[in-house]
């Protein structure tokens, strides 16, 4: 069965203090990785996608890398507006659904 | 990317009562998914709703709790029947943007609070 699992489960991190989120995943037949951030009370909003390992996105304060086994979402020099709730998805190559991870709620504090 | 809009936003409902979501899509999209994400959880995939077929649902979820419909390439409803408090959750729209390879794009959601 797929799996995605993320860590930590909640973050709390000083204004500027760098910090990475792990998301490990089994699954067979990745088609692609991809990273949402949701703030309460909203939908997930996009912010990468990574299909092959080896691959690195990056937007803004948030760079996103892809192994065989894991992704990680580094958060350089955080800001408190970077406080949110990262989650994690794969899709696999057999169809179309997303399987979500548990999310790891950041809290950036001024 | 698309541009998603739900209706209602939020909504109060009494046990046993149905509440029927709204999805609408500024272009066409072939795929169209449903997920619930509950208090505190992440999200849960309900269903795959494709224009012209029956809508596919996930393993714990059956049609006659959650219909879909799905009348054209840019709509489409779900329907949470005989509501229990179980139900509360937020319901969530994404459609799959055929020109941005897989990636998948969230409605702002619906949040279903059931007494």
């Known amino acids: 069965e797929d799996q995605v699992t993320q860590s930590p489960e909640a973050l709390r991190l000083q204004e500027g203090e760098s910090s990475s989120l792990n998301c490990s995943y089994t699954?067979?037949?990745?088609?692609?990785l991809f990273w949402y951030r949701q703030d309460p009370g909203k939908g997930p909003e996009f912010l990468f996608t990574l299909y092959s390992a080896g691959e690195e996105k990056e937007k803004e304060r948030l760079k996103a890398t892809l192994t065989k086994k894991e992704s990680f979402l580094h958060i350089t020099a955080p800001k408190p507006e970077d406080s949110a709730t990262y989650l994690c998805?794969?899709?696999?190559?057999?169809?179309?659904?997303?399987?979500f991870g548990g999310g790891t709620r950041v809290l950036v504090k001024p | 990317s698309a541009v998603i809009s739900q209706k209602p936003s939020r909504d109060i409902c009494q046990r046993g009562t149905s509440l029927t979501i709204q999805c609408q899509v500024d272009s066409q999209v072939t795929m169209m998914f449903w997920y619930r994400q509950q208090p505190g959880q992440s999200l849960t995939l309900i269903a795959t709703?494709?224009?012209?077929?029956?809508?596919?649902?996930e393993s714990g979820f059956v049609i006659d709790k959650f219909p879909i419909s799905r009348p054209n390439l840019t709509f489409s409803t779900l329907t949470v029947s005989n509501l229990s408090p179980e139900d509360s959750s937020i319901y969530l729209c994404?459609?799959?943007?055929?020109?941005?390879?897989?990636?998948?794009?969230f409605g702002p959601g619906t949040r279903l609070t059931v007494t």
């Open positions: 994404s459609v799959e943007d055929p020109g941005r390879s897989y990636e998948q794009y």
């Open positions: 998805a794969v899709n696999k190559a057999a169809g179309n659904k997303l399987t």
């Open positions: 699954v067979s037949g990745l088609r692609g």
């Open positions: 709703a494709n224009q012209g077929s029956e809508a596919t649902y």
